[in-house]
């Protein structure tokens, strides 16, 4: 186990409505990434935080963001769901930002949009 | 554009033998790459990381060579065993492109039978 939690495990949620995931982080970090892993695919950067700043974004639309919390535990919002979004949420932390470094996965947020 | 390319079909391997996968990827100059193994329904786990001048890195039985010239690195598992059968992901890493924003390929299926 990774030390990396998340909440919830599952969720179902219906097209246009706002969905929140929750990841605290292993004790001692202080940057959290967020990746979409769709079935059968690789998990795709969605944006980093460090210090609860955002530090970079892949190719998501705004309505992914996030926030990072002075304990370092994080969340990600998205709004107006699409059926699209289905996916496995991972959260990853690592110690720092900017250099080679493990990170640690969560065990995901398994998210169905209907 | 940039594309990392693992194997999508399963590796299917006799218990005992070297497991090796491939990960190629084009249009990037990563500063390094990481390999995780990924269970289903659960987050990836790190294994090794490989720097750009490094060639060749050992952990127990794994091993994985990084060609900079190539643009390939490969992931050896030597004496395998039923227990190593998962999905087997590479990444790839740029410091300088959102700290550790990872890209990662489409992971391959390793299936070692007894």
């Known amino acids: 186990e990774t030390g990396v939690t998340q909440s919830p495990t599952h969720l179902i949620k219906t097209r246009g409505q706002q969905v929140t995931l929750r990841c605290s982080s292993q004790?001692?970090?202080?940057?959290v990434s967020w990746y979409q892993q769709a079935l059968g695919q690789g998990p795709q950067f969605i944006f980093q935080?460090?210090?609860?700043?955002?530090?970079g974004r892949g190719n998501f639309p705004p309505r992914f963001s996030g926030l990072q919390f002075p304990n370092y535990s994080s969340e990600l919002n998205v709004n107006a769901l699409e059926l699209d979004d289905s996916a496995l949420y991972l959260c990853?932390?690592?110690?720092?930002?900017?250099?080679?470094?493990?990170?640690?996965f969560g065990p995901g947020t398994r998210l169905t949009v209907l | 554009s940039q594309k990392i390319e693992q194997n999508s079909e399963a590796l299917n391997i006799q218990e005992g033998k070297t497991a090796t996968l491939t990960c190629n990827y084009t249009?990037?100059?990563?500063?390094?790459l990481q390999w995780y193994r990924q269970d289903p329904g659960r987050g990836p786990v790190f294994l090794l990381l490989?720097?750009?001048?490094?060639k060749e890195k050992r952990k127990e039985r794994l091993k994985v060579t990084f060609d900079t010239t190539l643009k390939q690195s490969l992931f050896h598992i030597t004496a395998s065993q039923p227990a190593d059968s998962a999905t087997y992901l590479c990444a790839l890493g740029d410091p300088n492109n959102a700290g550790n924003m990872l890209t990662f390929g489409g992971g391959t299926r390793l299936m070692v039978k007894p």
């Open positions: 490989i720097r750009e001048n490094e």
């Open positions: 004790s001692g970090h202080n940057t």
């Open positions: 935080y460090y210090r609860e700043e955002e530090n």
């Open positions: 990853a932390s690592s110690q720092t930002s900017g250099r080679p470094d493990t990170q640690y």
């Open positions: 249009n990037y100059s990563p500063a390094y």
